[in-house]
């Protein structure tokens, strides 16, 4: 503490050295500013205008917002497919990957092999993944009705139909509950002191008990955590939608991001495809804001 | 101690700062080296087979002045280079592309060559009509077309025989085309439909990989559809002849219940899966790389190809869509790349380029299609006649996505039984309309901030 130095005493040498590091951090922060912030500001500029890269830009205001929120049907649209995603997806991730989280708790023979093989299947990357799953769940010839019709059961037309297609994105989505999602959620287990198992266990509770009061509250600020990041990431579903069906049928797929997609570059409307990010922005800040309030309520943090 | 190390870091400093500054000042630039050979860049996109395009190996064979540097791009991303290229000044000095012409000539990304044309009398009329037509944009030319797709009848002559059907003779009429499809349509046990005679139902999620033109607006033209007023400022997708068009659709679709359609298309995939190549259509509108196609991924299909059906007492007609060369805006030496464009256009270059391409890029240039050498293979005559008879499926130029985007989900809520074509296609036309409005509205505000037809 004898050392503190304030702005006011720094003597030439320390300045000398305080510009050689922000020498070194130039790399970062002419990058930030150029591919970061600059970017940034001018797509706020951009959702203003009307403009398609190659051409001047034209003022316009809100206009795109009045538009937008006005009379796109296929904005309210996205909304809505994004928003049943979300809200059908993250609670079923988040319960899934738990549980399995829970499962690979045990000290059973051979737990590596098994937390090695729930967690294979998350290294598959999107495109790769839809186009296996496009086969998975064909109507004809699809792993899923196959399966179906051996207990006499007509499957779905899981991707054709406008009722099933969100439904089986989800469903699709569950494919990587065993990934990094798990084992964050292993590692907080982990984390628990067999003590609190044994308080339990003194008052004569079963394993509900344990997972429900003292699991689920010691390990809250993880589960907290990793819905606030689904809920974002759910919301910008795209890669499944974009390649498995093009937003279809009848646009039961077209999902926030595929239709801004749409805009900036097939249509080149990057005006219009600006205001779109930013009301995406908004709409995640004032979700995730909201997740907070209920997460003080909620979450329990041990430090505390 | 500390006042050295400040030193030494002083001293490297300004070493590396002076290393960065030769580096700068003295780079080599690409162009520093006179020769007396030109060299210009030339951006393609990447195809099925070729690293460096046919016409690139024979111009610069063909002679000494001006040497072609090819980039070949993979086509999903070329669109965004060359835009940045273009825009950070630093374009190539000639592009090829397949996308509608006028997405960037509206944009000002390319030269208009109405110049270089004029001097040299570029032989216009050689070219296919439908394919000039899609250069054309505020009565300036920005390209040349060189190759083309030019599409036919194809139809399944081992699954005709199994159906009781002549395989000498396809259908000539769309009526026909209905009966034929009643025999050829075939069922499991389950009910499910498992073979079709024809499809005419590729929406936006199919036709990257089936490869088939919308039925829908081939019948519309042989009807003598029109989708856009001359001026290019109004859209008449719900106009008689595409009303009655989709109302054929939406016969021949009745007996099928739109769940086994669904089921059934959604086996339709790339490659091998694609559905005239895996048998699963009988009869359908392809393009003219399908012969070469077929011998690659369904060799024993056997196959027949024909001029489309038409709707009694109307002429045929066919879609078509253009490659075509360009010279971007700030291209460096735009001289050298007309001469290139000159020479990829000629009739012999083109001749010589659907030899060695396997057949498959279809000549833009008429004089080429004409020759004897080139209608030796029976079917090309058909080809031919399908191309001069095609209409661009560059239909609304300024709004070119949201038409497709718009006429496939009309379609799709025509055929769901939720809307009715009235209602359907007028929804849609509101929606491009509203599109081009726009795209005119800055286009016109553009022009009083930039000038550039004047330009030079």
């Known amino acids: ?304 | 101690m500390k006042m050295k190390a400040g030193k030494t870091l002083k001293i490297l400093t300004t070493v590396f700062l002076a290393i960065a500054a030769v580096l700068i000042l003295f780079y080599p630039r690409g162009r520093a080296h006179q020769t007396r050979q030109r060299t210009i860049s030339f951006w393609s996109c990447t195809g099925q087979k070729e690293e460096v395009p046919f016409i690139v190996m024979a111009f610069n064979a063909a002679q000494d002045s001006i040497r072609v540097l090819s980039n070949a791009i993979p086509w999903q991303e070329q669109e965004k280079k060359v835009l940045t290229a273009i825009l950070s000044d630093n374009p190539p000095d000639a592009v090829s592309q397949f996308i509608p012409i006028v997405k960037w000539a509206s944009r000002m990304a390319l030269m208009p060559l109405d110049k270089f044309i004029e001097r040299d009398q570029f032989d216009t009329t050689a070219i296919f009509p439908a394919l000039w037509q899609e250069m054309r944009w505020q009565g300036h030319l920005f390209g040349i077309p060189v190759s083309s797709a030019s599409y036919a009848f194809y139809y399944n002559k081992k699954l005709f025989r199994q159906a009781g059907l002549d395989p000498e003779r396809p259908p000539q009429t769309w009526d026909e085309v209905i009966e034929y499809n009643q025999k050829l349509t075939r069922y499991d046990k389950a009910g499910n439909i498992i073979q079709m005679g024809f499809f005419p139902f590729y929406r936006s999620s199919l036709v990257a990989s089936q490869n088939s033109p919308a039925t829908a607006t081939i019948i519309a033209w042989e009807f003598g559809a029109s989708f856009l007023s001359a001026d290019g400022k109004t859209v008449t997708l719900i106009n008689p002849a595409m009303v009655k068009a989709t109302q054929w659709i939406v016969d021949f679709l009745k007996p099928y219940p739109i769940n086994k359609i669904e089921a059934f298309a959604a086996g339709f995939g790339y490659g091998d899966q694609q559905a005239f190549a895996a048998e699963k259509v009988a009869m359908m509108i392809l393009p003219n790389i399908f012969p070469d196609y077929l011998r690659i991924h369904a060799p024993h299909v056997e196959y027949g190809i024909a001029l489309t059906p038409t709707m009694p007492g109307h002429p045929i007609a066919s879609s078509t869509g253009s490659w075509w060369i360009a010279i971007p805006r700030g291209s460096k030496d735009p001289e050298a790349a007309w001469e290139f464009i000159k020479y990829a256009a000629s009739k012999q270059t083109q001749l010589d380029a659907y030899i060695a391409m396997d057949q498959n890029l279809f000549p833009a240039n008429r004089t080429a299609t004409n020759d004897p050498l080139f209608l030796q293979d029976g079917k090309m005559q058909i080809f031919v006649t399908q191309l001069e008879h095609a209409h661009s499926s560059t239909i609304v130029p300024m709004a070119h996505d949201v038409f497709w985007r718009e006429f496939y989900t009309a379609q799709e809520q025509i055929v769901y039984g939720n809307q009715s074509i009235e209602q359907a296609l007028g929804t849609a036309q509101t929606i491009i309309q509203y599109e081009l409005n726009k795209a005119l509205s800055y286009d016109e505000y553009v022009r009083t901030r930039m000038n550039f037809f004047d330009e030079k």
């Open chain 1, 1 to 304: 503490m004898k050392n503190k130095i304030t702005r006011l005493q720094r003597n030439p040498l320390q300045k000398k050295q305080a510009w050689l590091g922000y020498l070194f951090v130039a790399p970062w922060i002419i990058g930030f500013l150029v591919f970061g912030l600059y970017p940034i500001v001018m797509s706020f500029y951009y959702s203003l205008c009307q403009y398609d890269v190659l051409r001047v830009p034209q003022f316009i205001g809100l206009g795109n917002y009045k538009e937008l929120l006005g009379h796109d049907p296929y904005f309210w649209k996205s909304i809505w497919n994004t928003l049943f995603f979300t809200v059908v997806r993250v609670p079923l991730v988040i319960l899934g990957s738990l549980l399995l989280a829970v499962l690979v708790n045990n000290a059973v023979k051979g737990i590596r092999f098994f937390r090695t093989i729930f967690f294979i299947p998350s290294i598959v990357t999107g495109v790769v993944l839809s186009a296996l799953w496009l086969w998975l769940l064909n109507p004809q010839y699809g792993l899923f009705n196959s399966i179906l019709a051996v207990f006499g059961i007509p499957g779905p037309l899981w991707l054709q139909s406008p009722h099933w297609s969100k439904f089986s994105m989800v469903l699709m989505s569950l494919w990587s509950i065993g990934g990094g999602r798990m084992l964050v959620f292993l590692a907080a287990l982990q984390g628990i002191p067999t003590s609190l198992y044994e308080v339990v266990d003194i008052d004569g509770g079963g394993w509900w008990a344990k997972f429900r009061h003292v699991t689920v509250p010691m390990i809250s600020p993880v589960i907290f955590l990793w819905t606030v990041l689904e809920v974002i990431f759910s919301f910008q579903v795209f890669t499944e939608a974009y390649v498995m069906t093009k937003g279809g049928p009848l646009n039961s797929t077209l999902f926030y991001n595929l239709y801004l997609y749409y805009k900036a570059f097939d249509d080149f409307s990057m005006g219009y495809a600006s205001a779109l990010a930013w009301l995406l922005l908004v709409i995640i800040l004032v979700v995730t804001l909201l997740q907070f309030i209920v997460g003080k309520k909620v979450v329990y943090y041990e430090g505390k």
